[in-house]
């Protein structure tokens, strides 16, 4: 049972994941976890999609930090404009400009056009791919047999009429999906099993005043996928693949898809 002065809060869930419980709290938690399977399996997943997304993005955070970025250089790089006072000027202008810009595109329900929108749809993507992949106990929100009633979901939602595509002939067998959450709204996430329990998502997202842009390669630490923008949606395909693989997934996916706008 919880502390009746100081219950228990999703904040101290989060605290004890990350090792930042204060000493007093942690039995606390433990006899409330212990009370509770319910939300003890939903912490077990949590610590489970935080070990995922460490893994995944590993190899970048052991890279060393770039030159450019050190302390030194950068005190170097302050000393520099501030002696030339028109630089200083165009400089400030050019942050505001782009920090300005910035700022808007990344506000929720704003979203950026052209090369800008492909890489946040592919940062959706693969983040919602990193953290649904890695759970073997639900990876799905409905499986494989609610195939219909998640297309019918999905399709609400988006306000797009979007099915699951039939990747059987590449040897992936269709396991389920889910309505995942992003900054620009709800998207829709298919999750496919293939050799070697090699998992594949398919992600869709709508991006009405993105433009249409051709499939494009993209690459995040250890994980690729193609993406690509039709008729004001963004489409992502994304595995640990080869990139001609990938590829040529992609492609057969967006003929699959293209059939049902």
């Given at each position: 049972?919880?502390?009746?002065?100081?219950?228990?809060?999703?904040?101290?869930?989060?605290?004890?994941?990350?090792?930042?419980?204060a000493a007093?709290?942690?039995?606390?938690?433990?006899?409330?976890?212990?009370?509770h399977?319910?939300?003890?399996?939903?912490?077990?997943?949590?610590?489970?999609?935080?070990?995922?997304?460490?893994?995944?993005?590993?190899?970048i955070?052991?890279?060393?930090?770039?030159?450019?970025?050190?302390?030194?250089?950068?005190?170097?790089h302050?000393?520099?404009?501030?002696?030339?006072?028109?630089?200083?000027?165009?400089?400030?202008?050019?942050?505001?400009?782009?920090?300005?810009a910035?700022g808007?595109?990344?506000r929720?329900?704003?979203q950026?056009p052209?090369t800008?929108?492909i890489?946040?749809?592919?940062q959706?993507?693969v983040s919602?791919?990193?953290?649904y992949t890695?759970?073997?106990?639900?990876?799905?929100?409905l499986?494989?047999?609610?195939?219909?009633?998640?297309?019918?979901?999905?399709s609400?939602?988006?306000?797009?009429?979007?099915v699951?595509?039939?990747?059987?002939?590449?040897?992936?067998s269709?396991?389920?999906?889910?309505?995942?959450?992003?900054?620009?709204?709800p998207a829709?996430?298919?999750?496919?099993?293939?050799?070697?329990?090699?998992?594949?998502?398919?992600?869709v997202?709508?991006?009405?005043t993105?433009?249409?842009?051709?499939?494009?390669?993209?690459?995040?630490?250890?994980?690729?996928?193609?993406?690509?923008?039709?008729?004001?949606?963004?489409y992502?395909?994304?595995?640990?693949?080869?990139?001609?693989?990938?590829?040529?997934?992609?492609?057969?996916?967006?003929?699959?898809?293209?059939?049902?706008?």
């Amino acid at each position: 049972m919880s502390d009746p002065v100081h219950p228990i809060a999703e904040e101290d869930l989060h605290a004890g994941i990350d090792g930042q419980l204060a000493a007093d709290r942690q039995p606390i938690v433990s006899r409330y976890l212990q009370d509770h399977p319910d939300i003890a399996r939903k912490v077990a997943a949590w610590r489970e999609q935080r070990d995922a997304l460490r893994a995944a993005f590993a190899a970048i955070a052991a890279e060393p930090i770039p030159s450019r970025l050190l302390m030194d250089r950068l005190l170097q790089h302050r000393i520099t404009r501030r002696s030339v006072i028109w630089r200083m000027a165009a400089s400030a202008l050019l942050a505001f400009g782009l920090g300005g810009a910035a700022g808007w595109f990344l506000r929720p329900g704003v979203q950026p056009p052209g090369t800008a929108a492909i890489t946040l749809l592919a940062q959706q993507a693969v983040s919602n791919h990193v953290v649904y992949t890695a759970d073997r106990r639900r990876p799905t929100e409905l499986g494989a047999q609610q195939r219909d009633d998640l297309a019918r979901w999905v399709s609400n939602r988006l306000n797009h009429q979007v099915v699951p595509p039939d990747l059987s002939a590449d040897g992936f067998s269709y396991m389920g999906g889910r309505l995942a959450a992003t900054p620009d709204g709800p998207a829709g996430l298919f999750m496919y099993d293939g050799p070697q329990s090699v998992r594949l998502t398919v992600f869709v997202l709508p991006l009405k005043t993105a433009g249409e842009k051709p499939i494009q390669r993209v690459d995040f630490a250890d994980v690729d996928g193609c993406a690509w923008i039709d008729k004001g949606i963004g489409y992502a395909v994304v595995g640990k693949l080869p990139p001609s693989e990938l590829r040529r997934i992609a492609e057969g996916v967006r003929q699959q898809l293209s059939r049902t706008t």
